[in-house]
């Protein structure tokens, strides 16, 4: 934990990172000034309230030293981790996930990291110290998954449950991703709408008892309704209530339904924490799911045990 007498710089873009930082922030009660963008203002706010936003230069000139999330979809930290370097200050990277760990330090081939990289289990110690190995990696406990576990454990479903089974689709921006790391949305053999076609295409092998299908899309889809509308025109519709969510809360989400599916998403972790069955729907032509944990089921595999 670090000392009440430092200001920490906090920089954030992407959910995902947000999510984790601010957990930091708030189990340890840091002193902090912030420089957000994208979805991490609102990831912020809802768990530290009404917080001053800065530039930048105004954020790093004012700070002991710097936390930042990674992102995809900004160079925002890795411009931050330039900075810090020029001048001098200790900019530490915390990894929330199990996937393309050197792209997150990369843009247009060029290359920083930072003084250390923090991760939250062994599996991605492993890969971070294979990855980096000039770069030193600290493992930390999971403040997001501690907080989740207090949030769920206060949570009851909303709706009545039944002997019919829901399902929770939670979606990622998969193609997005890959075309700006990579140039190619195919990149990892298959799309966020290939996982969810193979997932609709096979619910009867996951369970028969199915009767919601609540799809939630990634919090940086900007049209859900438009970019997954296909899903209406689907066979599924008629033997399944197929919806959006309309909830806030992920985790309000998750206890309302028996069974969560997606690709590789961190959302699934939750499902896990939350005990709930847990699906992957990667199709059989893409790369294999990296969350490490040997609890999640495959379609593919449903597949082939009929």
């Known amino acids: ?115 250390e990289i923090w991760v939250v289990d062994t599996y991605a110690q492993k890969i971070a110290e294979e990855s980096f190995p000039d770069t030193k990696i600290k493992l930390m406990d999971n403040p997001y998954l501690s907080e989740i576990r207090q949030s769920l454990s206060k949570l009851k479903p909303k709706k009545k449950l039944t002997e019919k089974h829901a399902v929770l689709y939670v979606c990622e921006n998969i193609s997005d991703h890959m075309f700006l790391q990579y140039g190619d949305a195919n990149y990892l053999g298959y799309t966020e709408h290939d996982s969810l076609q193979f997932f609709v295409d096979n619910v009867d092998k996951i369970d028969k008892n199915i009767s919601t299908i609540i799809i939630r899309p990634h919090p940086s889809d900007n049209n859900p309704q438009a970019k997954y509308g296909w899903i209406k025109k689907h066979p599924i519709n008629t033997l399944c209530d197929v919806q959006f969510s309309k909830e806030k809360s992920l985790m309000q989400d998750i206890v309302d339904c028996d069974i969560v599916v997606g690709a590789e998403t961190m959302a699934m972790v939750v499902g896990l924490i939350s005990r709930k069955r847990v699906v992957s729907s990667i199709p059989k032509k893409g790369r294999e799911c990296v969350l490490p944990f040997p609890e999640i089921e495959h379609i593919s595999e449903l597949i082939n045990e009929d």
């Not at 992407?14 to 601010?22: C, T």
């Not at 340890?28 to 991490?40: Q, S, V, W």
């Not at 411009?79 to 915390?94: E, R």
């Open 1 to 115: 934990m670090t000392s009440k007498q430092e200001v920490v710089g906090i920089v954030c873009h992407d959910a995902g990172g947000a999510e984790i930082v601010s957990s930091y922030i708030f189990k340890n009660n840091i002193t902090a000034k912030y420089c957000l963008e994208g979805p991490a203002v609102k990831v912020f706010g809802r768990k530290l309230g009404n917080i001053k936003n800065n530039s930048l230069s105004d954020m790093i000139n004012g700070v002991d030293w710097i936390l930042c999330g990674t992102s995809w979809q900004s160079s925002l930290e890795w411009a931050t981790i330039q900075a810090a370097k020029k001048q001098d200050k200790k900019v530490v990277s915390f990894l929330e996930h199990w996937v393309n760990y050197s792209e997150r330090f990369n843009r247009n081939g060029i290359t920083v990291f930072p003084d």
